[in-house]
């Protein structure tokens, strides 16, 4: 069970994903869909189509004028394509849930700063984790453009969520390795949830600002690492403010 709730959401955004591209490739062909109409379902009339499309559930007609409409997609594909992404969004929801429940409950173990030199830690948790952002994003760039070629719109909102999860995932796995001290496993979590979406937030508008959506660029990199130094610093910061003020809470409670 604690398995299914840890990989529930990747492996639903992939399935997701997958999904995406096989519907997208059943439809007639993005670039010239008149063309993949006309070679299916080789009409005398002449290439000369108007193609709808939709996703739920998947279809795709050909209309050829003169009331010459013909299905792209037969209903066995159709009905088989809907279940199939019935199923993946079941699994994407129940992992969006599950890892939102995650977000809460007990905090658990303490890992104390005795012994840790915070500063040094501090110091690597800016570079290291700036540096792994750099590389992370600078791949997302490249998977965002696929994502939206061979999955369209359904694959572009599949690979966001995907890419806010694994920005989040990674800024956990550093948290935990060079975060604030003292803190919990719950903390990095919120930390490390906080930080991925903002991330992710913040190189969403910057190109949507310049006018370059959907497609991400790779200057994204750089603004991605900086702003995790940015948002990690403040982290920090408050951890130590929380961590200073806790002593004396304690205290005045003792008295």
Known sequence: MQAFKRWSLAAGLVLGLIWAAVVSASMPSWWDPSKSCFEKLGPLVGPDAAVHTGWFPPSATCDFGGGDVRDY??????????????????????????????LKGEPGPIRSADGVDLTRRHRNHLLYGALDLLVVVAVLTALNAAAIIFGEIIGGVLFAFAAVLLLAALAVVLDRHTGPLPSTALASRRRGAATGAILYGVVFVATAVTGQLPFFRLWAAPLAAITFAVVTHVQWTKAATVANETPKTEQNSTT
Not at 73 to 92: C, E, K, N, P
Not at 93 to 100: D, K, P, Q, Y
Request: charged share 0%.
């Open 73 to 102: 997609l037969s209903t066995t594909q159709s009905v088989v394509l809907s279940v199939i992404g019935i199923l993946v969004g079941a699994l994407v929801v129940a992992g969006i849930v599950l890892t939102l429940q995650s």
